[in-house]
T-cell receptor
């Protein structure tokens, strides 16, 4: 159980184009999903918290107009990198949170490796 | 002070030994704690979760929690070369009531198990 998928697993695009990444919880409903970015040899950096049916909450320093997040259903969140540039090249990972009686647990998708030429 | 701190390592242990990974956190109100394993180029994989003081065992893994000392650890018994990875400690910190808890990650400890 608690499987999270991401699509695509990797993408190469030209500078200035937009890229959409999908994150799906396959066997559970996730009212909250998270988007992280990880540069080589660095730790995970939380970009934004995606709440179903409401606007995403962005971490300080993350441009909301550049990284568009839509959480349209309880099993799907999308991240669109608009007007991508080489410095946006990174490993983008989503996670979905389950809710239990005592705690919340996050399960990660396999990640999307973005390369902007 | 960082919210979650880990020694970056690398921690090198011989095959078959016990690997001990440590983590401290700053928020005394934290109630849930997680260990994730991340192989190079892959996303994090949940290994253990722990919510109460004491030990929790799962196979070769044992998580230990001491809330008074704000300390959580992960022991890996009979370490194997396949255990070589970065281990991330994560702590649930109350961000805001309307958004629920926020999972804060440590920078991770690199573990190398030598055969």
């Amino acid at each position: 159980g608690a499987v999270v998928s991401q699509h695509p697993s990797w993408v190469i695009c030209k500078s200035g184009t937009s890229v959409k990444i999908e994150c799906r919880s396959l066997d559970f409903q996730a009212t909250t999903m998270f988007w992280y970015r990880q540069f080589p040899k660095q730790s995970l950096m939380l970009m934004a918290t995606s709440n179903e049916g409401s606007k995403a909450t962005y971490e300080q320093g993350v441009e909301k107009d550049k990284f568009l997040i839509n959480h349209a259903s309880l099993t799907l969140s999308t991240l669109t990198v608009t007007s991508a540039h080489p410095e946006d090249s990174s490993f983008y990972i989503c996670s979905a949170r389950t809710s239990g009686r005592y705690t919340d647990t996050q399960y990660f998708g396999p990640g999307t490796r973005l390369t902007v030429l | 002070q960082k919210e979650v701190e880990q020694n970056s390592g690398p921690l090198s242990v011989p095959e078959g030994a016990i690997a001990s990974l440590n983590c401290t956190y700053s928020d005394r109100g934290s109630q849930s704690f997680f260990w994730y394993r991340q192989y190079s180029g892959k996303s994090p994989e949940l290994i253990m979760s722990i919510y109460s003081n004491g030990d929790k065992e799962d196979g070769r893994f044992t998580a230990q929690l001491n809330k008074a000392s704000q300390y959580v650890s992960l022991l890996i018994r009979d370490s194997q070369p396949s255990d070589s990875a970065t281990y991330l400690c994560a702590v649930n910190i109350l961000k805001a009531m309307e958004y629920g808890n926020k999972l804060v990650f440590g920078a991770g400890t690199i573990l190398r198990v030598k055969s």
